[in-house]
């Protein structure tokens, strides 16, 4: 699961936000972004958990160090 939330993370920051680590204030990106995940792949996309998920790519940028940095 922590892998699978990282590339979501990821996904947000790099094909959303466009590499960029700040989105613009008042941006709706992520309220857009959860409509349409949730349509496509059901519950577990709303707004919050999409704001952990691009936290913690943010906090862990290195996918591979994961374990290592978590255990």
């Known amino acids: 699961m922590l892998e ?6 990821h996904q947000v920051v790099e094909e ?3 590499g ?7 941006s709706n990106m992520i309220k857009y972004l959860s409509e349409r995940l ?6 577990g996309y709303d707004r919050t958990n999409l704001q952990h ?6 906090t862990f940028q290195n ?3 994961l374990r290592r940095e978590l255990s």
Do not use: I, N, P
């Open 16 to 18: 959303e936000q466009g």
């Open 4 to 9: 699978a939330y990282w590339h979501v993370g």
């Open 38 to 43: 949730t349509r496509e792949l059901g519950s």
């Open 20 to 26: 960029l680590y700040k989105v613009d204030y008042g």
């Open 53 to 58: 998920m691009r936290k913690f790519f943010l």
């Open 63 to 65: 996918c591979d160090a």
